[in-house]
């Protein structure tokens, strides 16, 4: 019996030691891997913008008074000199009646003076005459001649004021036909700000009573971007954006115009970059607002891993390898290290790398080739590794 007793108190230690053992041993390591690819490698800015026409026309009145007619409404496709609204004109009809009738007085008054200095002409040349036969005295010659020139001058004065009077006229005419508020551009009307009845006042400054935006299947975006940005953004680069209206639709832009003029918000210096924008299937709407991703480099169809394995080094069993290959103080700054898993095994591959866009790098030289497996993490088991094992322990499996 105590014999028995011996294996049974033997066996239940050895099956504890077992048991403590699978339990508390350390977990394997394991290493976590990504494919070297090909494909493109992209350095971007981001930036925030406005869509916008690329031209907006601002429609005004220049002179005063109560909206008689309106023919424009939003999104109306208007054309050049088509009426879209018309102050009551009663008021500067009855402005250019009376400069017309005083244009009528000036030059009935100009040809009345025009018979007065023909005949002051012809008394004169009388009087010249009959001096010469003694007729008539020097005094009555001197007299003719001054009516004569003051007859010239009274004609040169009505000239004058006819003159006046047409200019006069002109400008009523004009003020008419200002109350006929017209299109200048062919276009579509985008912001109406006028109601029939409404009374336009033009004293201090033009009112906006439209806005026309030209061609709304040529749009920009207008964005902002920091002074440490601005520096690597030029005309021609590619650029895409996206809208809250369209969620992951991207849209496919270029840069037409880096601004110079610089705009300080709470001492921030940012630059407006306009980006030309297609819309021909008239989907961007003005004012929408835009996340935009600028491509200031980019490299296509090139062999690329990730920034995750440049940034790997490896622990406990792969430590060894790393003592072995070249440091980075070593290295030449276009050098760098990855770690490729062969055989079950880091291994040291060194690379010259190109453009970084924060999540590929782009490979230029060293011994890798598409597919390989480069190293970005690692870890020892699992926490259902550990669950599943004590289980096991615990049912006796």
């Known amino acids: 019996m105590r014999v028995l007793a011996l294996l049974g108190l033997l066996a239940v230690l050895a099956a504890g030691g077992v048991a403590w053992w699978l339990v508390h041993r350390e977990p394997p390591l394991r290493y976590l891997t990504a494919p070297v690819t090909r494909g493109v490698v992209a350095r971007s800015i981001n930036a925030t913008g406005t869509v916008n026409p690329v031209m907006t026309v601002i429609v005004g009145s220049y002179v005063s008074g109560v909206i008689q007619s309106q023919s424009c409404d939003y999104n109306t ?89 047409e200019a006069s006229l002109q400008a009523a005419r004009v003020n008419l036909g200002y109350t006929d508020i017209v299109s200048p551009v062919d276009g579509t009307v985008v912001s109406r700000n006028v109601t029939i009845g409404q009374t336009v006042a033009a004293s201090f400054q033009t009112p906006t009573l439209f806005l026309i935006a030209t061609d709304l299947t040529r749009m920009q975006v207008d964005t902002n971007v920091s002074e440490s940005d601005i520096g690597s953004v030029h005309d021609g680069d590619s650029a895409r954006f996206g809208v809250e209206a369209y969620p992951g639709r991207v849209f496919d832009a270029r840069v037409v115009q880096v601004r110079q003029a610089p705009q300080s918000v709470q001492n921030v210096i940012t630059y407006d970059v306009v980006l030309g924008v297609d819309n021909r299937e008239l989907l961007l709407k003005p004012g929408m607002t835009a996340t935009v991703n600028i491509v200031t480099a980019e490299r296509r169809d090139v062999l690329r891993v990730p920034d995750q394995a440049l940034r790997f080094v490896p622990g406990g069993v792969g430590a060894a390898a790393a003592a072995s290959a070249p440091s980075t103080a070593q290295r030449e700054p276009a050098q760098t290290r990855v770690w490729v898993l062969r055989d079950g095994r880091p291994v040291a591959v060194v690379l010259r790398t190109g453009l970084d866009d924060d999540t590929y790098s782009e490979v230029l030289g060293g011994a890798l080739r598409q597919g390989d497996p480069v190293i970005v993490g690692e870890q020892r088991g699992s926490a259902g590794t550990s669950a599943a094992a004590a289980s096991r322990l615990r049912f006796g499996m």
């Open 77 to 165: 496709r208007v054309h050049k000199g088509q009426s879209c609204a018309r102050i009551d004109p009663r008021p500067y009809q009855l402005v250019v009646d009376e400069n017309a009738a005083q244009l009528a007085v000036a030059r009935a008054q100009a040809r009345k003076d025009q018979a007065a200095l023909d005949y002051a002409r012809i008394n004169e040349a009388r009087q010249a005459r009959l001096v010469g036969r003694g007729v008539v005295s020097q005094d009555a010659v001197d007299t003719a001649r001054s009516a004569l020139e003051q007859a010239r001058a009274q004609l040169l004065l009505d000239q004058a004021t006819v003159r006046e009077r």
